[in-house]
């Protein structure tokens, strides 16, 4: 985006400080416009394309979520694991068995073998290519490592948090380029969220639209009976109120925003087709990927050629009781990737959607530590992600797998005393989310106004969409 | 000088002075080191050395006073380089400081110098001042720079009751502003109110489990408290001691501050092994209830040694490594006491903002810091096990105990430095690092900051942050982290009286459950007659505990806090229900402000509550609760005669909803409505003007923003 255009958006920003929600609404509108006009390419897009964020809050432990089975490093493995070690003949193997998938992860094997899935190993958040020498010179090196507030940030945004500046999240701008793909009248973004406000889907322009695992219900306001007319005019007069209050106008940007996608979402999920594919209604994960296929399945009906969805999952965080919590969890994993696999072939059936046209990747702010403190793992950095989909590279495992090393050359702890297998991730976030933007469609132009650090890498495509 | 700067100088004195008088503002003091002591040897040296234009080590070196607040070079620079010290530093007035005039003049007026002594050969040749008298004046202006009483408004009226009540308490209330306005003083209502006999949790859930459900494990009737067993459908009786404790609870004040400490010391019972553990998350509020206005270093201890917070976040069974089977202690809690209850990543300025080097913030610790205190936090178990077991289920209630067989004995590094000797006990490892952090100059505006942010505004001034955190350093009789000098100098602030005059983005969005505590209390919400509980209890030990009913809503308790995403002590993760630093996007202003709340902002909540609130409305009973024992009801029935007439009606919901700041336009609009010749009614049509009425101000932004 041009300066000038930055100095536009900052005066219309000012103007609407002034001139309270009218004026933002207004000015929201033509920020809508400005963003279509500039990003015509966009506008001509036929066929349909979206992104699913799974995102693990708390740090995967990605060593025991894929484990090397050769027998070297499955021993340096168990050494380190010990008694939270998964034993090496219940790991579902892969990749002519010398690597496992955690025994809980039979559908996901599956796809792996079926190759709609493929594994992005050692991959984390990152500046710029980064060796044990320039970690310790500390060239580039992300702030406050460890912390999952601070990982969390420059994962979905690429940059390290400033209190009370927004950086916008890599789905969000993603989602301000392509918002022209889309033909809504409602100002529906792209970006639809089944777990709350996220900074990967926060946009210069866009606002994520949430939405709850069983749907959107009605404002109670907006009744058509004709004895609450009056009621809902004033409701209506009151959201066009002035308010120089910054809170104020913006909570009423809100009200306003709501009302307008609101309904049409409902409306549209109202008459959703049928689907038969099978949601264990007990997987927190599954519930919301229940929702993500309904609303794929309407999207003809709003108007979407290009979305993005974000669903969570949180205790991701296993400091203690790792064995049975992690495997847990990756069972919710598991249940959620293959009934949502699942149901794009419904989808596909209907003509609405393909597993082609739909690609689900992890994310989590951080690997785990290799070392234990007995009964789980600290934080650490490298970390596995899945990406599942027809149009993946699937049933191959891109990048390489760590070796199982204590205190190696990529074990960035080394500089704090007892090395404790904190591992220097190989590729970054920017890499994996770049890879994700151009199968998307972002062109090659705007991809490195979405990924600040892509610039520091030789390879700017991962490879694992083709 | 010419005259106008002189005139320029004057008026900036005055300026000083008259902030002075008025609150803690930021002046300069000659306690540069701040430790309630002026000295020439330590802050006189320092001043001194600063002209002279020393600093690092150079600057600090054998020239800190004991118990000093202001203790390592770049706070005392810091200090030393603020515009106030600047100018306060001219001594003579010649409109630049000098190390061999300004800085000797002060170092003798330390030592006691006076008259000629105090000046001779120290004043430069285009000084102002040049008498001792005068200089001596101009340097004693800081002693009367102390905190002094906050004159009380001459007429608190119902308007001042009414915002101070929204911010210190779950909600005015027609009686609660009366009594403030009665009181006159809102001091004296913070005394009272912090003398209030406590309303703990614990006691009021098991009570509430053992009349609805008196079986124990095996099916009998529990005879005492003690054959309880803690499970998840206490969370129950759990909620409903807080629904009571919040709506009319006499301790407002204490509960709505251990409510903002329940987001700052996150417990959550999201987690399986907290799920079943209701009665500790009963005790773990109850811990923070007993130190609400407590010091905040006994909170942070007994906070610590929770059995909730040792689950939660590790400590319990945490133990020393095992290098022979690469383990090494959890390193959980070690990070969030620092990151989240304490200091945060990143060095403050006593005003909560970031001290920059080189434009870059600066860390508070690193990765071997939280691998140091991962050791402290080692070989703490359940009191109740037996002390050779190291496993096996234990007590939920009691504090930890240490096992020193499990704790790590080796030296650690603490914060700036400290180290604790090895071969110390677990209990003296936690008491010196507890003492560490709560030093860390850090903790008073880190934790003042947020309970601003959580009783009074998103966005404080750095100066309110910097008076506040002032109280924590120092209640005023030299005791650090009293919690009580905390709240009153939050709630007694110029600022959180006044700031709705006079900052343009004063205040907060209500957070979901406030939204609708505030409308629960002004209408006096009741637990339904039947069940004497806000909700249903329809049956025991393995059913369902479904109905809360608000008229005739019906949800069940769960579906509650995931309907309007929030409920007590049950928050996603340790980083709470949103952060303090979340920003909204399309925020005007974004590059400035922050509003943690908005982050629960999504369409669904804000579809959800706003439903729930209006289903509240709308299913009122105008009178008490007749014919309706299974419901719990709103009490509309003293408003609504007032629907006579629109404005006695709108004067009054003003009054309890808005603090008699409802806008002309809002109060236009919702006029004409009332009026409309198509107003249709079911029951009777004041009662159906007086639910319309709220309903409309309940979405208004003026209602949805605390100013």
Same mark, same amino acid.
């Given at each position: 985006?041009?300066?000038?255009?930055?100095?536009?958006?900052?005066?219309?920003?000012?103007?609407?400080?002034?001139?309270?929600?009218?004026?933002?609404?207004?000015?929201?509108?033509?920020?809508?416009?400005?963003?279509?006009?500039?990003?015509?390419?966009?506008?001509?897009?036929?066929?349909?394309?979206?992104?699913?964020?799974?995102?693990?809050?708390?740090?995967?432990?990605?060593?025991?979520?894929?484990?090397?089975?050769?027998?070297?490093?499955?021993?340096?493995?168990?050494?380190?694991?010990?008694?939270?070690?998964?034993?090496?003949?219940?790991?579902?193997?892969?990749?002519?068995?010398?690597?496992?998938?955690?025994?809980?992860?039979?559908?996901?094997?599956?796809?792996?073998?079926?190759?709609?899935?493929?594994?992005?190993?050692?991959?984390?958040?990152?500046?710029?290519?980064?060796?044990?020498?320039?970690?310790?010179?500390?060239?580039?090196?992300?702030?406050?490592?460890?912390?999952?507030?601070?990982?969390?940030?420059?994962?979905?945004?690429?940059?390290?948090?400033?209190?009370?500046?927004?950086?916008?999240?890599?789905?969000?701008?993603?989602?301000?380029?392509?918002?022209?793909?889309?033909?809504?009248?409602?100002?529906?973004?792209?970006?639809?969220?089944?777990?709350?406000?996220?900074?990967?889907?926060?946009?210069?322009?866009?606002?994520?639209?949430?939405?709850?695992?069983?749907?959107?219900?009605?404002?109670?306001?907006?009744?058509?009976?004709?004895?609450?007319?009056?009621?809902?005019?004033?409701?209506?007069?009151?959201?066009?109120?002035?308010?120089?209050?910054?809170?104020?106008?913006?909570?009423?940007?809100?009200?306003?925003?709501?009302?307008?996608?609101?309904?049409?979402?409902?409306?549209?999920?109202?008459?959703?087709?049928?689907?038969?594919?099978?949601?264990?209604?007990?997987?927190?994960?599954?519930?919301?990927?229940?929702?993500?296929?309904?609303?794929?399945?309407?999207?003809?009906?709003?108007?979407?050629?290009?979305?993005?969805?974000?669903?969570?999952?949180?205790?991701?965080?296993?400091?203690?009781?790792?064995?049975?919590?992690?495997?847990?969890?990756?069972?919710? +994993?598991?249940? &959620?990737?293959?009934?949502?696999?699942?149901?794009?072939? $419904?989808? !596909? @059936?209907? %003509?609405?959607?393909? =597993?082609?046209?739909?690609?689900?990747?992890?994310?989590?702010?951080?690997?785990?530590?290799?070392?234990?403190?007995?009964?789980?793992?600290?934080?650490?950095?490298?970390?596995?992600?899945?990406?599942?989909?027809?149009?993946?590279?699937?049933? +191959?495992?891109? &990048?390489?797998?760590?070796?199982?090393?204590?205190?190696? $050359?990529? !074990? @960035?702890? %080394?500089?704090?005393? =007892?090395?404790?297998?904190?591992?220097?991730?190989?590729?970054?976030?920017?890499?994996?989310?770049?890879?994700?933007?151009?199968?998307?469609?972002?062109?090659?132009?705007?991809?490195?106004?979405?990924?600040?650090?892509?610039?520091?890498?030789?390879?700017?495509?991962?490879?694992?969409?083709? | 000088?010419?005259?106008?700067?002189?005139?320029?100088?004057?008026?900036?004195?005055?300026?000083?002075?008259?902030?002075?008088?008025?609150?803690?503002?930021?002046?300069?003091?000659?306690?540069?080191?701040?430790?309630?002591?002026?000295?020439?040897?330590?802050?006189?040296?320092?001043?001194?050395?600063?002209?002279?234009?020393?600093?690092?080590?150079?600057?600090?070196?054998?020239?800190?006073?004991?118990?000093?607040?202001?203790?390592?070079?770049?706070?005392?620079?810091?200090?030393?380089?603020?515009?106030?010290?600047?100018?306060?530093?001219?001594?003579?007035?010649?409109?630049?400081?000098?190390?061999?005039?300004?800085?000797?003049?002060?170092?003798?007026?330390?030592?006691?110098?006076?008259?000629?002594?105090?000046?001779?050969?120290?004043?430069?040749?285009?000084?102002?001042?040049?008498?001792?008298?005068?200089?001596?004046?101009?340097?004693?202006?800081?002693?009367?720079?102390?905190?002094?009483?906050?004159?009380?408004?001459?007429?608190?009226?119902?308007?001042?009751?009414?915002?101070?009540?929204?911010?210190?308490?779950?909600?005015?209330?027609?009686?609660?502003?009366?009594?403030?306005?009665?009181?006159?003083?809102?001091?004296?209502?913070?005394?009272?109110?912090?003398?209030?006999?406590?309303?703990?949790?614990?006691?009021?859930?098991?009570?509430?489990?053992?009349?609805?459900?008196?079986?124990?494990?095996?099916?009998?009737?529990?005879?005492?408290?003690?054959?309880?067993?803690?499970?998840?459908?206490?969370?129950?009786?759990?909620?409903?001691?807080?629904?009571?404790?919040?709506?009319?609870?006499?301790?407002?004040?204490?509960?709505?501050?251990?409510?903002?400490?329940?987001?700052?010391?996150?417990?959550?019972?999201?987690?399986?092994?907290?799920?079943?553990?209701?009665?500790?998350?009963?005790?773990?509020?109850?811990?923070?209830?007993?130190?609400?206005?407590?010091?905040?270093?006994?909170?942070?201890?007994?906070?610590?040694?929770?059995?909730?917070?040792?689950?939660?976040?590790?400590?319990?069974?945490?133990?020393?490594?095992?290098?022979?089977?690469?383990?090494?202690?959890?390193?959980?809690?070690?990070?969030?006491?620092?990151?989240?209850?304490?200091?945060?990543?990143?060095?403050?300025?006593?005003?909560?903002?970031?001290?920059?080097?080189?434009?870059?913030?600066?860390?508070?610790?690193?990765?071997?810091?939280?691998?140091?205190?991962?050791?402290?936090?080692?070989?703490?178990?359940?009191?109740?096990?037996?002390?050779?077991?190291?496993?096996?289920?234990?007590?939920?209630?009691?504090?930890?105990?240490?096992?020193?067989?499990?704790?790590?004995?080796?030296?650690?590094?603490?914060?700036?430095?400290?180290?604790?000797?090895?071969?110390?006990?677990?209990?003296?490892?936690?008491?010196?690092?507890?003492?560490?952090?709560?030093?860390?100059?850090?903790?008073?505006?880190?934790?003042?900051?947020?309970?601003?942010?959580?009783?009074?505004?998103?966005?404080?001034?750095?100066?309110?942050?910097?008076?506040?955190?002032?109280?924590?350093?120092?209640?005023?009789?030299?005791?650090?982290?009293?919690?009580?000098?905390?709240?009153?100098?939050?709630?007694?602030?110029?600022?959180?009286?006044?700031?709705?005059?006079?900052?343009?983005?004063?205040?907060?969005?209500?957070?979901?459950?406030?939204?609708?505590?505030?409308?629960?209390?002004?209408?006096?919400?009741?637990?339904?007659?039947?069940?004497?509980?806000?909700?249903?209890?329809?049956?025991?030990?393995?059913?369902?505990?479904?109905?809360?009913?608000?008229?005739?809503?019906?949800?069940?308790?769960?579906?509650?806090?995931?309907?309007?995403?929030?409920?007590?002590?049950?928050?996603?993760?340790?980083?709470?229900?949103?952060?303090?630093?979340?920003?909204?996007?399309?925020?005007?202003?974004?590059?400035?402000?922050?509003?943690?709340?908005?982050?629960?902002?999504?369409?669904?909540?804000?579809?959800?509550?706003?439903?729930?609130?209006?289903?509240?409305?709308?299913?009122?009973?105008?009178?008490?609760?007749?014919?309706?024992?299974?419901?719990?009801?709103?009490?509309?029935?003293?408003?609504?005669?007032?629907?006579?007439?629109?404005?006695?009606?709108?004067?009054?919901?003003?009054?309890?909803?808005?603090?008699?700041?409802?806008?002309?336009?809002?109060?236009?609009?919702?006029?004409?409505?009332?009026?409309?010749?198509?107003?249709?009614?079911?029951?009777?049509?004041?009662?159906?003007?007086?639910?319309?009425?709220?309903?409309?101000?309940?979405?208004?932004?003026?209602?949805?923003?605390?100013?």
């Amino acid at each position: 985006m041009s300066n000038h255009i930055n100095q536009q958006r900052r005066k219309f920003i000012k103007m609407a400080m002034v001139g309270g929600a009218s004026t933002m609404l207004a000015t929201q509108n033509k920020l809508n416009l400005m963003s279509s006009a500039m990003a015509s390419e966009y506008s001509t897009m036929n066929d349909y394309k979206s992104l699913v964020c799974i995102y693990l809050r708390g740090g995967n432990d990605a060593f025991n979520m894929l484990v090397p089975r050769v027998s070297s490093e499955y021993t340096n493995y168990q050494k380190t694991r010990q008694k939270m070690a998964i034993p090496k003949s219940n790991l579902l193997p892969i990749a002519n068995g010398q690597y496992g998938f955690h025994p809980s992860m039979p559908l996901i094997r599956n796809l792996y073998n079926q190759q709609q899935l493929a594994v992005v190993a050692n991959t984390g958040v990152l500046f710029r290519p980064t060796t044990l020498n320039s970690f310790r010179n500390n060239h580039l090196i992300p702030p406050d490592l460890f912390s999952h507030s601070h990982q969390m940030d420059i994962w979905q945004t690429g940059y390290a948090p400033n209190p009370g500046i927004i950086r916008p999240g890599w789905g969000g701008l993603i989602a301000d380029k392509l918002n022209s793909a889309n033909q809504t009248n409602a100002g529906i973004p792209p970006t639809f969220t089944l777990s709350g406000t996220n900074l990967w889907q926060t946009g210069e322009i866009t606002r994520q639209l949430g939405v709850g695992s069983s749907g959107i219900k009605k404002f109670r306001f907006f009744s058509e009976k004709k004895w609450e007319l009056s009621r809902r005019r004033a409701f209506e007069e009151i959201m066009q109120m002035n308010s120089s209050h910054p809170l104020q106008s913006q909570m009423q940007h809100i009200i306003n925003d709501t009302r307008g996608r609101v309904g049409e979402v409902k409306l549209a999920l109202d008459q959703s087709p049928e689907l038969t594919s099978e949601f264990d209604s007990n997987n927190r994960l599954a519930k919301q990927l229940r929702m993500v296929a309904k609303l794929i399945s309407v999207r003809e009906q709003l108007g979407m050629k290009r979305q993005l969805f974000f669903v969570s999952a949180g205790s991701w965080d296993t400091h203690s009781n790792q064995v049975k919590d992690h495997a847990d969890l990756l069972a919710m +994993l598991d249940g &959620g990737i293959g009934s949502f696999q699942n149901s794009l072939q $419904e989808l !596909d @059936a209907m %003509g609405i959607a393909s =597993t082609n046209s739909v690609t689900t990747f992890t994310a989590s702010e951080f690997g785990r530590t290799l070392t234990s403190n007995g009964d789980g793992t600290d934080h650490g950095w490298a970390s596995h992600y899945l990406v599942s989909g027809g149009a993946v590279q699937g049933g +191959l495992i891109h &990048g390489n797998i760590p070796a199982m090393e204590i205190g190696g $050359e990529n !074990d @960035a702890t %080394g500089e704090y005393g =007892t090395p404790a297998g904190r591992f220097i991730p190989e590729y970054s976030v920017d890499q994996y989310g770049a890879t994700l933007a151009r199968w998307l469609g972002v062109s090659e132009a705007d991809i490195p106004t979405i990924f600040p650090n892509l610039k520091n890498f030789s390879q700017k495509d991962l490879g694992f969409m083709g | 000088m010419n005259k106008r700067s002189r005139h320029i100088q004057l008026i900036f004195f005055t300026c000083l002075l008259l902030i002075s008088s008025n609150s803690h503002a930021l002046v300069c003091s000659l306690d540069v080191d701040d430790n309630g002591q002026k000295d020439a040897l330590t802050d006189g040296l320092l001043i001194l050395r600063h002209l002279f234009g020393l600093s690092g080590a150079a600057l600090t070196q054998n020239a800190i006073g004991a118990n000093a607040q202001r203790n390592t070079p770049r706070q005392i620079a810091n200090y030393l380089n603020t515009v106030e010290c600047q100018q306060f530093f001219d001594v003579d007035g010649n409109q630049s400081t000098d190390a061999l005039t300004d800085g000797l003049i002060i170092i003798r007026k330390l030592f006691g110098l006076k008259g000629d002594a105090l000046i001779k050969n120290a004043i430069s040749k285009n000084a102002t001042r040049v008498s001792a008298t005068k200089i001596i004046e101009w340097l004693d202006v800081d002693n009367r720079q102390q905190p002094e009483p906050k004159p009380e408004p001459e007429n608190l009226n119902s308007a001042d009751a009414a915002r101070f009540l929204t911010q210190a308490t779950f909600g005015p209330t027609d009686e609660s502003i009366n009594k403030l306005v009665e009181t006159g003083s809102y001091k004296t209502w913070l005394k009272q109110q912090m003398a209030t006999p406590i309303g703990y949790q614990l006691k009021s859930t098991q009570d509430y489990w053992l009349k609805n459900c008196p079986l124990n494990r095996d099916g009998k009737l529990i005879n005492h408290p003690s054959e309880i067993v803690d499970t998840w459908e206490a969370n129950h009786g759990r909620h409903n001691t807080w629904w009571q404790s919040v709506l009319h609870g006499d301790d407002q004040l204490r509960q709505r501050v251990a409510f903002a400490l329940s987001q700052i010391f996150v417990v959550s019972d999201k987690p399986q092994m907290l799920q079943d553990s209701q009665f500790g998350m009963a005790s773990y509020y109850d811990t923070l209830l007993k130190h609400s206005f407590g010091n905040y270093r006994d909170l942070l201890e007994d906070v610590t040694l929770h059995p909730a917070m040792g689950l939660y976040l590790g400590t319990l069974r945490n133990q020393k490594a095992d290098t022979e089977r690469n383990i090494r202690p959890d390193e959980n809690y070690a990070r969030e006491v620092l990151q989240l209850f304490s200091i945060g990543v990143h060095e403050l300025n006593i005003n909560g903002t970031l001290i920059l080097e080189n434009g870059q913030p600066i860390p508070t610790y690193d990765q071997q810091t939280i691998q140091e205190f991962s050791r402290v936090f080692t070989g703490w178990n359940y009191a109740d096990v037996n002390w050779k077991t190291w496993i096996g289920n234990g007590s939920r209630l009691l504090p930890m105990i240490p096992n020193e067989q499990f704790h790590d004995r080796n030296e650690k590094e603490l914060l700036n430095g400290a180290v604790l000797a090895a071969n110390q006990s677990a209990r003296a490892d936690l008491d010196a690092t507890l003492d560490n952090i709560f030093n860390h100059p850090n903790v008073g505006p880190f934790i003042s900051k947020q309970l601003i942010q959580r009783l009074v505004t998103s966005n404080p001034t750095p100066a309110y942050v910097g008076r506040v955190a002032r109280a924590f350093n120092n209640n005023g009789n030299g005791i650090r982290g009293d919690l009580a000098a905390v709240v009153n100098a939050i709630l007694l602030d110029d600022e959180a009286r006044n700031g709705h005059k006079k900052i343009a983005y004063f205040g907060k969005l209500k957070e979901p459950l406030l939204r609708l505590t505030h409308f629960f209390r002004a209408f006096d919400l009741q637990p339904n007659i039947k069940e004497g509980s806000f909700w249903e209890h329809v049956s025991c030990g393995r059913g369902e505990y479904p109905a809360y009913v608000i008229g005739h809503t019906w949800s069940n308790l769960p579906k509650l806090g995931k309907e309007i995403g929030q409920a007590v002590l049950r928050a996603p993760s340790v980083f709470n229900f949103y952060r303090p630093d979340y920003t909204p996007s399309g925020m005007p202003g974004k590059n400035t402000l922050v509003a943690p709340e908005f982050q629960l902002a999504t369409e669904n909540f804000v579809i959800n509550t706003t439903n729930l609130l209006n289903y509240s409305i709308y299913w009122a009973k105008p009178t008490a609760g007749v014919n309706d024992e299974g419901h719990s009801w709103l009490d509309f029935s003293q408003v609504s005669p007032l629907a006579n007439n629109a404005d006695n009606l709108l004067n009054h919901l003003s009054r309890v909803l808005l603090s008699d700041t409802m806008s002309d336009q809002l109060r236009t609009i919702i006029k004409r409505h009332l009026a409309d010749p198509g107003f249709q009614h079911h029951d009777n049509i004041k009662l159906d003007k007086t639910r319309d009425a709220i309903a409309l101000i309940l979405v208004s932004p003026e209602y949805l923003i605390q100013q």
